[in-house]
């Protein structure tokens, strides 16, 4: 079945350093994969996506890298800043349309 | 705002009572989700619908049922509630299905008790 694993699950870095979060997912035919930040208490909010036909896409200090061979998919966030601390969550649709969320990683940017 | 409204904001009840949260999506949006987000926990699939049909399910409990309606609005009933049950039920929606961009709404908080 559908399964998305997600590493680390707690981050800790300091302000300025970069942070890297891995995503696997098992469905080969999965061909769009979002990340999304989450807020203490607020909702999930994208802040990237790639799509099957593309290696990498940046957008400012985040970018997203993805391995389709390998079937994983990794979220870079440059020159950390305190505000980017959240939960992030990657996703990969299954070809039964379900939306699965990896388990989540807690990032923490220290000042 | 990501134009997905949910409501309520907020529930309390009692065990064994049947609570209904209703979700509109995004204009234009087809597709609606639920996922059910436990304390310090992840965002777990309940149901899918597209265009008023359930397009996929996930770990839905027995006690729980869904519907989108003709005018793509959606409910998620819960009954029977256990303690366990208290969460944070977010709606999200999509223009399609696979593929397209999930928009979160801002979640309904139940408590049981």
């Known amino acids: 079945g559908e399964n998305v694993e997600q590493h680390p699950s707690t981050l800790s870095v300091q302000e300025g350093d970069s942070a890297v979060i891995k995503c696997t997912y098992s469905?080969?035919?999965?061909?769009?994969f979002p990340w999304y930040k989450q807020e203490l208490g607020k909702r999930p909010q994208l802040i990237i996506d790639i799509r099957s036909n593309v290696g990498e896409k940046k957008d400012q200090r985040i970018a997203v890298t993805l391995n389709k061979t390998a079937k994983h998919f990794s979220l870079h966030i440059t020159e950390t800043q305190p505000e980017d601390s959240a939960v992030y969550f990657c996703?990969?649709?299954?070809?039964?349309?379900?939306?699965?969320f990896g388990p989540g990683t807690s990032l923490s940017v220290i000042p | 705002d990501s134009g997905v409204t949910q409501t309520p904001k907020h529930l309390i009840t009692a065990t064994g009572q049947r609570v209904t949260l209703r979700c509109s999506p995004r204009?234009?949006?087809?597709?609606v989700y639920w996922y059910q987000q436990s304390l310090d926990q992840g965002l777990q699939f309940l149901i899918q619908y597209y265009n008023g049909e359930e397009r996929a399910k996930g770990n839905i409990l027995e006690r729980f049922s869904a519907q989108q309606f003709p005018d793509l609005h959606s409910e998620l009933n819960l009954s029977s509630l256990e303690l366990g049950d208290s969460a944070l039920y977010f709606c999200?929606?999509?223009?399609?299905?696979?593929?397209?961009?999930?928009?979160f709404g801002e979640g309904s908080w139940l408590t049981v008790v």
């Open positions: 999200a929606s999509s223009v399609g299905t696979t593929g397209n961009t999930i928009y």
């Open positions: 469905d080969s035919a999965s061909n769009y």
């Open positions: 204009s234009g949006d087809l597709s």
């Open positions: 996703a990969a649709p299954s070809r039964d349309d379900k939306v699965i």
